[in-house]
Each structure stands twice: as structure tokens, then as C-alpha cells.
């Protein structure tokens, strides 16, 4: 007899990548069956007139009240790409950003797999000569083809170890496969090891925190190696990788910003003996997605990438390394505005392994957390070998003349720099030739046209370049307004400073390093090796202030403090500190002693006598207490909503319906705005914003998860582009 009531057929729920707060129902493809074990695969449904890439988040029986639901067009994947601990933290990820689950499970995952491209093979690549390289060897002329073809004489080498054993090899390798003497072979991935070279003794302080970290190493903990610049917080993190790989584990270590990774890189491959994978945005689409397969897999063991490697997947978790845990680019500001270190932190707890946060300068955050208990304290406060701190002094320039930003004092200070034989290093956190373009006769100055901001001058005074929305247009030979000719570029910013530098000292090179000069792939490696350990000028950025070993940098000349001191920002005196530290540090790094001239119109400010009098501890214990009387993170949780149109109006609107329906909830919440964003208008779109603080973190989600649903339903938030940052580190 038939049974009188037949089992629902099954659906699968799907998260797509849609700006959506919802999941969607589908049937599998016909032939084809809904499994318990499908949950993490990709899936190709339609979508209106559109076709997208999903991901199973659940299956269930269908709704018999519901309108059918259409089948899928095709599963993609045999086996799931996203399951486990990785999908549960990014549930978590989802929960907490207040973002649709599709797209954060969309971000999680490589361009080419969000594509819905098949995994890629995990090989690894290593060079061999042919038979007519290895007959032809000989009568090579000396250069890189002949020092490589000599290398590879005795057999294939993987190019982790080419990496090693021969500087820029890889010209050498086009010449000779052009030539049909070489070829690029693929290998096991798990094939290829690497001698490991041994390492320096380590002090007394680096013991004891490899000490605390093995200790540590069977579940979860979160240990703050809180190390002063030169402390040798990397020998520390590569005691702990080498113990995590002799466990058979894996390790992932976070850096900052891509311009450390070749040099970390570098450093671990010859210390370990395993290849060292890299992740970051220089990376080709097939390089990030063999990347992540490889970890999926189990198949590879260290990674060391920037923000995005937080999403890799680690079946087999042995260690997670943040360097430089203060450093404000692992905040995602756009799209889904997570916090790699704060999602690495989740993701320890939930793998049960410890979690490294390596600093000279900690986050506030982190210091407070290290006091209430949260995270073990390890202190570093000695330099590795025989490197001293560097002496510091403040430049007073009150009513001093100033040649593109620098001073007499400062120019003949990097004269004897440069007399001695030392490396200088003059920081100016501003590229481009000068801020802005003025007319002298009518004070007229070049705005950009779709922002409420200057545009920098380029090139030598030629070109106006916006850095808010990427305008561009010729620098005027006369001003628009009057029709003089006194257009002058005011202030000075990295360009211009090299260009007086050049000038003032034509017998040494003058290297720029900033945006505009490392925008090709491993650029700003192959400068620093270019300019090597002879005497010279590096002119740069924030991009020098951190991880990078210069040994012969005797003297560090910091130009512009005081756009710092001044900010509407509660966090801007937290990142000055940090900065001038972190520059500060690429001094006498090792048996030279170094200086910090810091130059200033302001030498009294108190952050700058808290700094020199007591460090950054002293300001750190200070900023602390300010925080505290203020009802500041981290003694508070914020959050911020954001809106984007053509006109004001719609904004407002859109603000002031999300306040109202954040106040219906009665939450204990105080609500700032809706107020004009600092900069009110940018790139066309005028911007405004909403600001959310509670004393707790439960109570600030709680309102959240109430009224998010209204706001979203909502007829104004259908007119603008609109966006929810928690935890906020940028008020912009």
C-alpha cells in the first residue's frame, strides 16, 4: 500500500553572493539527489536572467506551501571546498559583520573558484636542463644562464631552492628555455624539501617566549610577543613554526602588507624545511587558488600571506602567526569590512591552536586584553646581537626656513650620515611632488572635481593626481580664475623631497620608495636589493616604517610630524606613535649605532614628550586612560553605518530611518548623526554617516540583529549605496 503521506522532496538552501540577507531555495539538477553530505559545495543556479556560483549552506525538506523551487543548473564539486571549522567560522564571520552569508562566504574563497572553475592542480614547479642544455652547458658564457645551467648539471631543483641558492635566477631561466637548454617541469607538491640552515643563539627573553609558546601548543591561547624593533620576534615565530612542522602541522603566518612578504619569505624557506607558500593580492588568479587547494588538501605546511590569507583552509592546524598585529590594513574597508586579525583569533579558538600577535607598537586593544588576562604578555625588551637603540631628537623648526619640508639642521644632519658611510632614510608619509597646486596672486587651488578634496601634484608639478578617486588631468600653465602665472606647488610631499635631495647631494643615490615606484610585482625587493649597503638616500613612506632589515641605516629623518598631531580621529595619536616608533626602528638595526631626527613645529605636544621621556608603553598607559574617561574603544564597541548618493538627501533619509529603527528597539546604545562624513564628498557620491557605541559588545549586536531586517525592508535604503562597519578603526 502506498504510503498516504510521501516524504517531501529534499531542496537545497544556497547562499549566493548577492547583498542580500537571505538563502534560496533549489532543487538539484534532474537525475540528481539532495545528500546530507552536500552541504559546502559549489553550485551553478539560475538567477533571474543571470547565472551564479553559490554555495550549500543547508538542505531541508521543500516547503509544501512555497512556489516550486527551480532546479539547479549543475554541482560543481565532488566533495565540499568549504566545510568543517572553516564554514562554522565563517558563519560566525557572517553573525558578527551583519553581512549576507553568501557574500562572505564568496570572499572566502579564490576569484577563480568564486568563478566556478574546478580546483586546480597542486603541483610544484622546478627547472631541468634538456639534453641539449646539458650538452651545451659548457659553451655558455659566464652570466646568470651559465650560473644556472651550472646549478641545474646535477639534476632538477624546485625554485623554493633556486630562490635560495641564486639571486634573480629567473632571467637566467628565460634565457635559457628561449634557447630550448632548460625547461620548467612540474612536481609533487609534497616531493620537494629544502635543507633548513641553522639560526642565531637565541637571548635570554627570545627563550623564554619559545618556552611559553611550546607550552602552549595543545590547545588554544593567545600570546602577545610584545618585542621592541630589532628583538628578533621572527627567531621567535620560526622556533614555533619548526615545532608546528615537526608535529606534522600547519602554520599560518599573517603580515601587513605584500612589500614584507618576498623578505619573509626568503628568510623562512632558508631557516625551514618545507617550502614556504606565499598569499597575497600580487599574486595571479591561479597562484592564489593552488594555493588555498594546497592547504585544503593537507598538502602544504606554511603560508605566509597578507589579509586574504585568513580564509585558507587548515585540515591540519598547527600554529597562527599575526606580525605586526597593530597594523591597520588588515581591516577590510570595503565589501565585507572584516578584521583578519581579530577572524584569526576566532579561527585559533576554534581549531584549538595557539595564536601569535607580534608587535613593538601592540594595538590598544591588545595591550588592554594582555592586562585583563585574555592574552599572555611576553615582553622582548632587548635588542637581538649587539644592536643599540637609536638615540632620538626633536628638530625645532619654528621660524626656521625649510627647503621642500626640510630643515638646515636636518639637511646637514644627513650630510654627516652620508660622510660616515651610512644608509638615510627621510620619511615623509605623503607621496607625490606636493599636496596641492596654488595660485600665489588670487589663492585659487586645484580641487578635484568629484571630491571635497586637493589633488595632489605629480611629476615634477605636470600632472594633478586625486588620491581619493584616481582623477587625473595636466596641471594648468595658468589659473583658471585670474589668468596668472604664479601657480606653485605648496608643501612637499615624497617626490619633491627626492628631487632637492638629488640636488643637494649628486654623488649618493637617492632612492624613492612609495606607491608610484613599487607597483610591479616584487618591486620593492628588487629596489632595496638594488640599493643594497651602500651609502645613500632612501626617501619613502609608511611602506618603510615597518619589517624591513637595513643594516647599514645610521640615520632616520622623519619630516611632516605634525599633520599627525592634530586629528578629529580618536585613533590618530594610537597610529602617529606607532608609526614614529616603527620608522624609528629601521635605525641601527645592527653593530652601527643609530639616530631619529624627528622635525617639528610642535616639540612641546605631550605625545611627543611621552614618546621620548617613557616610549610607547608610557603612551600606550596614557592613551589607556583617555580612552577610559571617554568612553572609547576599547572600553567601548562601536559600530558605523555609512551611505553613498548623488544627493544628500537620500542619505539623510536613509540615516535618519536606520536611527529611528535602532532607537525602537531600546537598546542601551548611544547614536552619533547623521552627521556629514569627514570627507562630505567623494569620487561624485556625497557621503554621510551614522555612528553606534554601546559599553558592551552583546548589547551593541543585539540592537543590530533587531534592526537590520526594518532597515533593509525599508524603501530608503533601496536609494542609496549603504554599508555596516563594526568595529570601526578608520572615521572617514
Request: glycine fraction near 8%; charge should be neutral.
Amino acid at each position: 500500500m502506498p504510503d498516504a503521506f510521501p516524504t517531501p522532496p529534499a531542496v537545497w538552501r544556497v547562499a549566493l553572493p548577492l547583498p542580500l540577507p537571505r538563502l534560496f531555495d533549489y532543487r538539484p539538477p534532474v537525475g540528481e539527489a539532495v545528500e546530507t553530505g552536500d552541504v559546502g559545495l559549489r553550485v551553478r543556479v539560475p538567477f533571474g536572467s543571470r547565472e551564479l556560483i553559490g554555495i550549500v549552506v543547508e538542505t531541508r525538506p521543500a516547503d509544501p506551501d512555497a512556489p516550486e523551487a527551480k532546479p539547479a543548473l549543475a554541482r560543481l564539486d565532488l566533495e565540499p571546498v568549504l566545510e568543517g571549522e572553516l564554514l562554522e567560522s565563517l558563519h560566525w564571520l557572517a553573525r558578527y559583520t551583519h553581512a549576507p552569508l553568501g557574500e562572505v562566504l564568496a570572499t572566502a574563497l579564490p576569484a577563480s573558484l568564486r568563478r566556478g572553475e574546478p580546483l586546480p592542480d597542486t603541483h610544484a614547479w622546478a627547472w631541468r636542463l634538456t639534453e641539449a642544455g646539458q650538452t651545451g652547458r659548457e659553451r655558455l658564457r659566464a652570466g646568470k644562464p651559465r650560473r644556472l645551467a651550472d646549478l641545474l648539471h646535477a639534476g632538477p631543483l624546485d625554485e623554493d631552492r633556486l630562490d635560495l641558492e641564486l639571486d634573480d635566477w629567473r632571467a637566467g631561466a628565460r634565457a635559457l628555455a628561449k634557447r630550448e637548454l632548460a625547461e620548467r617541469v612540474a612536481i609533487p607538491a609534497v616531493a620537494h624539501a629544502i635543507d633548513p640552515r641553522p639560526g642565531p643563539a637565541l637571548h635570554a627573553e627570545q627563550q623564554a617566549a619559545v618556552d611559553a609558546i611550546l607550552a602552549a601548543r595543545d590547545g588554544f591561547a593567545a600570546l602577545l610577543v610584545d618585542g621592541v624593533t630589532g628583538s628578533g620576534k621572527t627567531e621567535v615565530y620560526l622556533h614555533a613554526i619548526a615545532d608546528c612542522l615537526a608535529r606534522g602541522r600547519q602554520a599560518l603566518v599573517l603580515v601587513p602588507e605584500i612589500g614584507l612578504t618576498p623578505q619573509t619569505l626568503a628568510r623562512f624557506r632558508a631557516r625551514l624545511g618545507v617550502p614556504v607558500h606565499a598569499l597575497h593580492s600580487g599574486l595571479s588568479d591561479g597562484e592564489r587558488a593552488r594555493t588555498w587547494t594546497a592547504f585544503a588538501r593537507g598538502e602544504a605546511r606554511v603560508v605566509v600571506g597578507t589579509r586574504s590569507a585568513v580564509f585558507l583552509p587548515l585540515p591540519e592546524a598547527g600554529l597562527i602567526v599575526i606580525d605586526e598585529e597593530h597594523d591597520g590594513s588588515f581591516k577590510q574597508l570595503d565589501g565585507i569590512r572584516y578584521h583578519a586579525r581579530d577572524f584569526a583569533l576566532v579561527r585559533g579558538k576554534a581549531l584549538g591552536v595557539p595564536v601569535l600577535l607580534g608587535s613593538a607598537t601592540p594595538s590598544l586593544e591588545s595591550l588592554r586584553n594582555a592586562q585583563a588576562g585574555r592574552y599572555e604578555h611576553l615582553r622582548l625588551q632587548q635588542r637581538a646581537g649587539n644592536a643599540q637603540p637609536p638615540s632620538v631628537r626633536v628638530c625645532d623648526v619654528r621660524k626656521r626656513p625649510l627647503e621642500a619640508g626640510l630643515s638646515p639642521e636636518m639637511l646637514d644632519t644627513i650630510g654627516h650620515a652620508l660622510d660616515a658611510g651610512g644608509q638615510v632614510l627621510v620619511f615623509k608619509n605623503r607621496r607625490g611632488y606636493a599636496p596641492v597646486l596654488l595660485c600665489h596672486d588670487c589663492g585659487w587651488s586645484a580641487q578635484c572635481q568629484r571630491c571635497d578634496a586637493p589633488m595632489t601634484v605629480h611629476a615634477g608639478g605636470r600632472r594633478l593626481q586625486c588620491h581619493h578617486c584616481g582623477a587625473r588631468r595636466p596641471a594648468p600653465n595658468a589659473c583658471p580664475d585670474c589668468g596668472g602665472l604664479a601657480l606653485q606647488p605648496q608643501g612637499a610631499g615624497t617626490e619633491r623631497i627626492e628631487e632637492v635631495l638629488a640636488a643637494r647631494f649628486p654623488d649618493v643615490p637617492v632612492m624613492r620608495i612609495d606607491r608610484g615606484t613599487t607597483q610591479r610585482r616584487d618591486a620593492l625587493e628588487h629596489a632595496l636589493a638594488k640599493f643594497g649597503t651602500q651609502r645613500g638616500i632612501l626617501v619613502g613612506t609608511q611602506m618603510l616604517a615597518k619589517g624591513h632589515d637595513l643594516p647599514n641605516l645610521t640615520l632616520v629623518a622623519v619630516v611632516g610630524v605634525d599633520e599627525g598631531l592634530f586629528s578629529a580621529d580618536f585613533r590618530a595619536p594610537e597610529k602617529l606613535a606607532q608609526l614614529l616608533i616603527q620608522v624609528a626602528g629601521r635605525a641601527g638595526r645592527a653593530q652601527r649605532k643609530g639616530e631619529v631626527l624627528l622635525q617639528t613645529h610642535h616639540p612641546g605636544h605631550p605625545l611627543l614628550a611621552t614618546l621620548l621621556a617613557g616610549g610607547y608603553h608610557a603612551f600606550a598607559e596614557a592613551e589607556l586612560e583617555q580612552r577610559e574617561i571617554a568612553g572609547f574603544p576599547p572600553f567601548a564597541h562601536m559600530a558605523m553605518f555609512r551611505a553613498e548618493a548623488q544627493h544628500v538627501d537620500a542619505c539623510d533619509a536613509f540615516l535618519r530611518m536606520a536611527r529611528d529603527a535602532l532607537r525602537d528597539v531600546h537598546a542601551p546604545l548611544d547614536l552619533h548623526g547623521p552627521l556629514p562624513a569627514p570627507m562630505p564628498r567623494r569620487a561624485g557620491y556625497q557621503r554621510m554617516q551614522l555612528l553606534l557605541s554601546a559599553a558592551d559588545r552583546r548589547s551593541l549586536h543585539a540592537a543590530l540583529d533587531a534592526a537590520l531586517p526594518a532597515i533593509h525592508a525599508s524603501a530608503e535604503a533601496r536609494k542609496v549605496r549603504w554599508s555596516l562597519d563594526v568595529d570601526p578603526v578608520d572615521l572617514y
